[in-house]
């Protein structure tokens, strides 16, 4: 805060004077104190000006975050909305595609879980994209490669159950905790157990990794809709005004 202050002032002081005719590396050192007293009595009359000025300097590198997000989304669309691995749910051929980076020990993943649904449920014309992204220890990396393998070796809607179980679920993630989930869900708990450490598993565990790098993303859960990055929980009511926003475009 210091140093933004430090900045924002020195700007006033620059806009205070003609842009060709100021250069303070010309002025005395009795000129320079001067126009120092000269600034500091302003902003102590008006010290408005500094929070104004800050506000405006938060907007502009908001702005400029926001263009540089875009242009990393531009610059990875196709392992973004076309990797040809990760699962496709909502509706296929929706005019919006939203994609979710999430971890399923993440408590924010898990309260977005029932926001979500009830976005593609409302509208009806979402693509969604689920991006498993492990960061939060042993316990998210056994969750993803399970639901990785339900995805390769069984499809698509055997995923979606399985996706809609770990993210509900509350206990210790491990093998005996596994069994139980297929065996409640009809899948066979032995060829899913073998799979999980399997190369092909482990690849696309690492390819959504690099992706998330190169998006620069370290944290669930991370949203993609259409070409903004939205980084970190939305409330139902911002992803539905969002949505809309995109539509008028």
């Known amino acids: 805060m210091k140093r933004l202050l430090s900045s924002t002032i020195l700007a006033l002081g620059l806009a205070a004077a003609?842009?060709?005719?100021?250069?303070?590396?010309?002025?005395?050192?009795?000129?320079?104190?001067i126009f120092r007293a000269e600034i500091r009595s302003y902003l102590l009359d008006n010290p408005q000006?500094?929070?104004?000025?800050?506000?405006?300097?938060?907007?502009?590198?908001?702005?400029?975050?926001?263009?540089?997000?875009?242009?990393?989304?531009?610059?990875?669309?196709?392992?973004?909305?076309?990797?040809?691995?990760?699962?496709?749910?909502?509706?296929?051929?929706g005019d919006i595609t939203l994609v979710e980076f999430i971890d399923y020990r993440c408590g924010y993943c898990r309260k977005a879980f029932d926001?979500?649904?009830?976005?593609?449920?409302?509208?009806?014309?979402?693509?969604?994209?689920?991006?498993?992204?492990p960061i939060l220890g042993e316990d998210s990396v056994v969750s993803s490669r399970y639901a990785i393998a339900v995805k390769q070796t069984m499809g698509d809607e055997a995923y979606k159950l399985a996706h809609d179980a770990l993210i509900t679920f509350k206990g210790d993630v491990n093998t005996g905790?596994?069994?139980?989930?297929?065996?409640?869900?009809?899948?066979?708990?032995?060829?899913?157990?073998a799979r999980m450490d399997s190369d092909e598993v482990t690849e696309e565990i690492r390819q959504t990794r690099a992706l998330a790098q190169n998006?620069?993303?370290?944290?669930?859960?991370?949203?993609?809709?259409?070409?903004?990055?939205?980084?970190?929980?939305l409330p139902l009511?911002?992803?539905?005004?969002?949505?809309a926003e995109k539509r008028t475009r």
């Not at 998006?215 to 929980?233: A, C, E, H």
């Open 18 to 33: 003609p842009v060709m005719a100021f250069d303070m590396g010309s002025m005395s050192d009795e000129e320079r104190a």
């Open 49 to 93: 000006v500094i929070m104004e000025a800050v506000e405006l300097l938060e907007q502009r590198n908001a702005a400029a975050d926001a263009a540089h997000d875009m242009a990393l989304v531009q610059n990875n669309t196709d392992a973004l909305f076309d990797d040809g691995y990760s699962w496709v749910g909502g509706n296929p051929n």
């Open 115 to 133: 926001e979500v649904e009830q976005l593609l449920e409302n509208d009806g014309n979402i693509r969604l994209i689920v991006k498993e992204f």
């Open 177 to 193: 905790s596994l069994t139980r989930i297929s065996e409640s869900l009809g899948f066979d708990a032995d060829i899913l157990l």
């Open 215 to 233: 998006l620069k993303i370290s944290g669930t859960p991370t949203f993609v809709m259409q070409d903004q990055l939205l980084r970190g929980y």
């Open 237 to 243: 009511n911002n992803m539905t005004a969002l949505v």
